[in-house]
């Protein structure tokens, strides 16, 4: 058995594994376990994502995770968001040019589907040259637990 085909046999099979090697990169224990926390919890923070791969793998850093992250947004199997005034966050959903609705009470973050129309969504007044790919939208509001706790909690006096 050549070199190459003994590092193919050592590689973990499944649809995880799959989708890192079907975007050119190689497939890892690092690479498995955040891709899988992904797939369970998106959404995440680096920090978040470091502190639930580390107890699979309790060898693996920060920069490690920060990383594995750097790799898969480059290669196009996670996407990077950046609501103001919230660390960035990581999710598997990409290519499809969704949204996101922020809670600003609590941070919670949900998925939206494109606004109208087909992507991206929307039509900017002037592109001034730009040939426009996708577009980012972030809506601000109160998710229903947070409405909840404030029509609940009683009003100063």
């Given at each position: 058995?050549?070199?190459?085909?003994?590092?193919?046999?050592?590689?973990?099979?499944?649809p995880?594994?799959?989708?890192?090697?079907?975007?050119?990169?190689?497939?890892?224990?690092?690479?498995?376990?955040?891709l899988r926390?992904?797939?369970?919890a998106?959404?995440?923070?680096?920090?978040?994502?470091f502190?639930t791969?580390?107890?699979?793998?309790?060898?693996t850093?920060?920069?490690?995770?920060?990383?594995?992250?750097?790799?898969?947004?480059?290669?196009?199997?996670a996407?990077?968001?950046?609501?103001?005034?919230?660390?960035?966050l990581?999710e598997?959903q990409?290519?499809?040019?969704?949204?996101?609705?922020?809670?600003?009470?609590?941070g919670?973050?949900?998925?939206v589907?494109?606004?109208?129309?087909?992507?991206?969504?929307?039509?900017?007044?002037?592109?001034?040259?730009?040939?426009?790919?996708?577009?980012?939208?972030?809506?601000?509001?109160?998710?229903?637990?947070?409405?909840?706790?404030t029509?609940?909690?009683?009003?100063?006096?």
């Amino acid at each position: 058995m050549g070199d190459n085909e003994r590092t193919r046999a050592a590689e973990p099979p499944g649809p995880l594994a799959d989708s890192i090697r079907a975007s050119g990169l190689k497939v890892t224990a690092p690479r498995l376990a955040v891709l899988r926390v992904l797939d369970q919890a998106p959404h995440s923070t680096a920090e978040r994502l470091f502190a639930t791969v580390r107890a699979e793998l309790p060898g693996t850093s920060l920069q490690a995770v920060y990383g594995v992250l750097a790799a898969f947004t480059g290669a196009g199997i996670a996407r990077k968001i950046e609501p103001a005034g919230s660390p960035a966050l990581f999710e598997r959903q990409v290519g499809d040019n969704h949204h996101h609705i922020v809670c600003t009470r609590c941070g919670a973050v949900r998925d939206v589907g494109c606004v109208v129309g087909e992507a991206p969504c929307l039509t900017p007044s002037s592109t001034s040259g730009f040939t426009v790919h996708t577009a980012e939208v972030t809506y601000w509001g109160l998710c229903p637990d947070c409405q909840a706790a404030t029509s609940s909690s009683p009003s100063p006096l």
